[in-house]
């Protein structure tokens, strides 16, 4: 198939590609971009570990054609941290073992930022049913409760002091 | 001493940032340049001679450098001696559909592709066998030459006087449990890279480097090695971040050869990534099991004898078979004290993929018809069944009738903690309709005695090495794979050397830089390469502690180590503090590392002193000594590698952990539906060295038995497998997944590392049974064939109450295809897999309508 040259806003920053149509975004962002971050669990959206932020709303980059994303903010997991350090989501996965083998972990932290941006103070119930699109096959995802609350709390906490 | 200052404290991986970030990099996200592509022909048929392949049509296709097929590498191999006969690609026979034919390496994954579908293979299909026990009958076309009734092996252990016990005893329950296979399913699909480069001396490809998600890169190094037919030396294998094993990266899988005989065929570098359906082509896990048993037990709750035969359909190939069935028949004992056992274990080829090791390889299937019997045995004498569980406790330190050593047992306190946190004495039997608790325990080893290669290699060797710097820098060949590897490691060596955990660095799994260890496998790490790391730290702080003595006018016994100090011992923990506070250690950097003349004639000026900062204490060290390096290793001892029966090998361990559940859980009587609400899970794992990990392998392990007890099942069509998917395959998500409370009993075993154990794979031979044992709690129905889906709880609960049973996939046929696509099971999508199923019938149209497209 012939290359056409695509424009995309990843993390911030604007790049020019030539790709062939069908190609999907998963595969722009881990061959084209060297972003591999973005992790493909299974071939047919059942995992989430591709999960990326369109325009704020966390979708699967594996079934999504790159061409179909011109014009609009992408971001991976690559764009999470913080100038440079971690955010309070990522510190508190690492702290209270939401991640193991790490595969599926950007998914997650895609799919929690997600959720977080539109529903800041989650219940459990909601945080269960918002990470159920997302497998993780080491965690059983209790832990990763804990490590959402403690996210949760650390980012309030910091609210708190800058505005103080 | 119980003090420590870095061991048992709950730390975060030293990966974790690169797993959080996306930083980190997994074999799937590197390449190098030149990379090829490679793509794998699978076989559509069961069990097939290949006739003739003709590669010339692929060939010729622009974009496609190298096709391998069976006669690029005719060698056999299998992880076991005794069990080679794989060979990466088939040279003459097919034996489950999805075998490896050919592989295509090219440019890109489009052009591969199209290639796999240019190859032309005759195939002189075989009669094939699915089921062990009609395999186990087979006279002709069998699946391996040299393997009668497709039995792979079988063993026959009388421990005791089993029969005369069972005639013994007052009560005695049998029956026959069926687990369905399940798999690993982790998250990380097989990638491997191989790479040649060209030897400077002859011009021609030398040494190969070889980058795989593997938990045993050593062992890979040597298939290779036997494969290539190239010295070992010249093959250097890195492990980079592995996303989950659980067993199935626990040996070579056919990828990791067929990339390097495809790089070596195409003279460039080669990656090939299974897609997830080849995941499960690729499977290794756990098989599909039928335990036919008999326990007895006196009126007083004794067990008297156990009586186990177990028939395990393996697939196609040997994997771990033989080790998979000698455990199952060893871990009968070691639990409880049981005085006579007897064990017969077959396993048998079929026509389907090979099965290997899973997480609490060869136990958890045998446990869940043991746990699930005792619970019987319990309902029986009217006994509670925590109180039976208490009553055959073992008295170590002690040898089981099997010949299993077993000296720190932490069993009890297990019970007693779940039944407590549970509020098991209150509420067992009084939550209402449809609402149980069930209790089991399990065990696991922490490592096998006996390494599968029978040598007298230490199985674990750590390096330190230590600069002016003052940075610690450890090389071990133990394999990340998620469970903590490097981190415990990290801590070890701080622990012992008294630094900081910022200071380790870990140079983990890479055959050229690290020293030998024999893989991440039968829970062996922690205990194995931990006491290896322990070794080398004491080495290495010894030589420190020579050299700092001399500085400080005292004996080197005298000496601490401790938050990155070096002090007398009656100075105490003041100083340890004061050192923070001068700001000059903790800091890492110390005036005169590099102008050590300097710092030494400040030293001569000062005279002796009571305390050195980490740095002072290395400098002064590699001063004295020329370099600060120093080694580990660790080998089993000899008293805990068992009896000396045929396959008396297997199942020995220098210490088990030790686990006890209970389960909470709702059973719908309407639908069949179970709810697991709660799980506790206590677990004896020695010494928790990193608390919070250790609570993350038992969560993980729960929950992974929860998914083997009510959904995860593999489920075969004339050996095809029809949910190939991880939606199909149905692992549980967030909404399905219960609360764990996971309750760390620590029983400080006499030789693991600061007494550390087991702690990734104990727990989940328990959940399972635990979950059956609430079923019958909540209404009084005992399952015997896993998983406890919908269908099979509904069955029971009408053949309780003597109710006609509903088939309910009556009528749904697989191979009628328009049924079968609403529910999934990708292959029979067109397009789909590499060839349609010979048993699809819509298979025929498309031979007529010339392209086929929907």
Known sequence: MKKELIELKVNGRRQELAIEP???????LREDLELTGSKRGCDDSSCGACTVLVDGVSMLSCTLLAASCEEQEITTVEGVSEHGSLAAIQKAYGDWGGAQCGYCTPGFIMTVKSLLSSNPNPTEGEVRHALSGNLCRCTGYNQMYEAIKAAIEAEQKGMATAKS | MTDFSIIGKPVAMVDAAGKTTGAGKYTDDLSVPGMLVGKILHSPYPHARITRIDISRAEALEGVIAIATGKDAPKTYGILPVGHDETALAVDKVRYIGDNVACVAAVDEATA?????????????LPAYFDPEESMKAETYLIHDGKPHNLEKDYHHVFGEPEKALAEADYVAEGRFIANEVTHAAMEPHSTLASFEI???????????????????????????????????QIRVIKPLVGGGFGGKSEVIPLEIIAAVTARKAKAPVKITYTREEVFWAHRGRPRTLIDMKTGVMKDGRITAVKARVVQDGGAYCSYGVV??????????????????????????TNKPACGAMRGHGTVNVRFAFESQLDELSAKLGMDPAEIRRRNLLKPPCITINGLRVQSYGLPECIDQVVKRSGWDERKGKLGRGKGLGIACSHYVSGAANSIIRSDMPHSTVNIKIDRDGGVVVYTGASEIGQGSDTMTAQIAAEVLGCSLGRVRVI???TDLTPIDIGSYSSRVTFMAGNATLRAAEEVRKQIALAAARKMNCAPEDLVFREDAVYKKEHGAEVAHSTKDSGASVSGRVEGQILRGSLQQKRKEEGPKDWMTFEEAVVAAIDFHGALTGTGSYAPPAEARGGKHKGGGVGPSPAYSYSAQVAEVTVDEDTGEVTVHKVWAAHDCGRALNPVSVEGQIIGSVWMGLGQALQEEMIWKDGLLMNPGLLEYRSPSAVESPDV?????????????????????????ATIPAISNAIYDAVSIRLHESPFTPERVLAALRAKRNAKAINMTEGVDPTAPTRFREHGGSLWFRGKGPERHPLDPSRREVVTESGGDD
């Open chain 1, 22 to 28: 069908s190609k999907l975004l998963l595969d722009v």
């Open chain 2, 113 to 125: 592709d199209r290639a796999l579908r240019l190859i032309a293979v005759e195939y002189e299909v």
């Open chain 2, 199 to 233: 030897d400077p001396h002859t011009g021609k490809p030398g040494r190969l480097t070889v980058w795989s998600s593997t938990q045993v890169p050593y062992y890979l190094q040597h298939k290779l090695s036997l494969v290539l037919d190239m010295p070992m030396s």
């Open chain 2, 324 to 349: 998979t069935i000698l455990y199952s028949g060893a871990l009968l004992g070691a639990l409880y004290d049981i005085p006579n056992i007897q064990y017969d274990g077959y396993r048998v080829l």
């Open chain 2, 508 to 510: 983990a799994a890479d």
């Open chain 2, 741 to 765: 409370e996971p309750v760390i009993v620590e029983s400080v075993d006499p030789e693991g590392p600061f007494g550390a154990k087991e702690c990734s794979e104990g727990s989940l031979a």
